[in-house]
């Protein structure tokens, strides 16, 4: 497998596309690119991040960089640490949702935010020239800090909008799935401050995954029956490095991924809509999310007044244009939550926070609160292309099928219809086109889905 290098930072299979001296040459390339400043690092509990951590650190240290090392924290984390220390950039040593041989680095610029298509190539440019490193004398510093898991919390627990005091009178019991990741102190100690009765599974942090790694469906079998058991009045489930959510019901039903936003959505506009953030030129409060978000999203916009604007996939390419628009709030249909008020990068526990506030204000159990959302269903599958060039075979599909559909290409090919859409884009993660398509009901989801993944595996680049 070679190695990923894409706006979502650097990830490989560690001991072969990752290896030390890629580590190497990543890290002191972001210390040349960040002057030499402080650096925050953090990681999301894998078994080699331990590894490739004291390779960051002391690369970094070795480069003349100071370095604040948080150990075990989710990535949103380190992105809050990053903006309340005022540091130079952080790093976060995660493959997010890849499986447990994957390894990566994610990089963050001075503001806390990942680092964006233009920054990301001047890194790489930088990596591909000599490095150079510090004098004995002119060594970085290293120091730990474990404070901001509880910073982490308590800026959720002092939102504005925030009371704990009725999620408490609640008394919720709530299975809290962290798959041994970033996640397993962190989200049952919030669960824990707002009166839950938290039964914790694949939460000890050692990163040994005890399923695939990505909160989906599929991987949440033993999630589903653990709330049945239990009976829990839902369950939580977060990615290793906990930026995605995804909700089980009281029933052990998938809540589904693409709801965690919108119902983040729906929470923000009806406490803020009508307050705060800067309106757009419509005058209406601004929701950010991507091309790949579910149109739930615009139907829960348009009931509280508020505009929808849409950004290529990709957490910086929303959090930036959210910055950018001043939205209220936002974020990814796979279950990531972008809350400015916190932070401008997706937050699994700011979400949780907002959800366990809704489901308690809501009064009822989450399956029926479920019933009150729009009603979609998606489907999402995956095709290689082998040596095929994807670019071309897009065109070639878009030209086909542009009569057909509003088209939209700005990350990919997008066909918006009438009362579906289906969106094909190369991965930033994997080498492979994604297939994304959404319809009314599942049947009608599957049929575009089915339908674009053969014209994609038989469409040429010659077209």
């Not at 040593?93 to 990566?104: F, L, V």
């Not at 033993?222 to 290793?240: F, K, M, Q, Y």
């Amino acid at each position: 497998m070679s190695l990923m290098v894409s706006i979502s930072g650097v990830r490989g299979v560690v001991g072969e596309s990752l290896t030390p001296e890629v580590i190497v040459k990543y890290a002191r390339s972001f210390a040349q690119y960040s002057n030499r400043g402080a650096i925050v690092i953090g990681r999301d509990g894998r078994v080699s991040g331990k590894i490739v951590g004291n390779i960051v650190s002391s690369t970094l240290l070795a480069a003349g960089c100071d370095v604040v090392a948080l150990g075990i924290v989710p990535t949103p984390t380190i992105g809050l640490a990053v903006e309340q220390l005022r540091a130079a950039g952080g790093i976060s040593i995660t493959a997010s949702h890849n499986p447990i041989e994957w390894n990566g680095l994610k990089f963050f610029g001075a503001d806390g935010m990942f680092l964006d298509g233009e920054a990301n190539s001047r890194l790489w440019k930088i990596a591909e020239t000599p490095g150079t490193y510090a004098a004995w004398n002119e060594l970085g510093e290293h120091e730990t800090n474990d404070s901001f898991i509880e910073r982490h919390i308590g800026l959720v627990l002092h939102l504005p909008f925030f009371d704990a005091g009725i999620i408490r009178r609640r008394k919720f019991k709530v299975v809290a799935d962290c798959v041994h990741g970033a996640g397993g102190r962190i989200v049952p100690q919030l669960l824990r401050e707002l009166g839950c009765d938290v039964i914790e599974l694949n939460c000890d942090c050692s990163g040994l995954f005890s399923r695939n790694p990505e909160p989906v469906p599929e991987n949440l079998v033993e999630l589903r029956g653990r709330v049945t058991a239990e009976h829990a009045d839902c369950g939580v489930a977060v990615d290793p490095d906990a930026d995605r959510l995804a909700l089980v019901d009281e029933k052990g039903e998938p809540f589904g991924e693409e709801l965690t936003v919108t119902t983040a959505v729906r929470f923000i506009l009806e406490k803020l809509g009508s307050e705060r953030g800067r309106p757009g030129a419509s005058g209406k409060p601004i929701v950010v999310v991507n091309l790949s978000t579910t149109r739930a999203v615009d139907d829960v916009a348009k009931k509280f007044g508020a505009e929808v604007v849409r950004t290529p996939v990709g957490e910086i390419n929303v959090a930036k244009k959210m910055k950018e628009l001043g939205a209220i709030v936002g974020g990814e249909g796979s279950g990531g939550v972008i809350l400015p008020a916190v932070h401008y990068t997706r937050d699994a526990i700011v979400g949780i926070g907002l959800i366990m506030q809704q489901l308690a204000e809501f009064g009822g159990t989450l399956s029926a609160f479920k019933a009150t959302m729009p009603r979609y269903s998606m489907v999402k599958t995956k095709v290689s292309l082998e040596n095929r060039n994807p670019e071309s075979v897009l065109k070639a599909i878009r030209k086909e099928h542009a009569k057909n559909g509003n088209v939209n290409t700005d990350d990919g090919l997008k066909l918006n219809f009438d009362d579906s859409w289906v969106h094909l884009r190369r991965s930033n993660t994997e080498p492979i086109i994604r297939i994304i398509a959404e319809a009314p009901t599942s049947g009608k989801a599957e049929e575009l889905s089915q339908r674009f993944g053969e014209l994609l595996r038989t469409r040429t680049d010659r077209a």
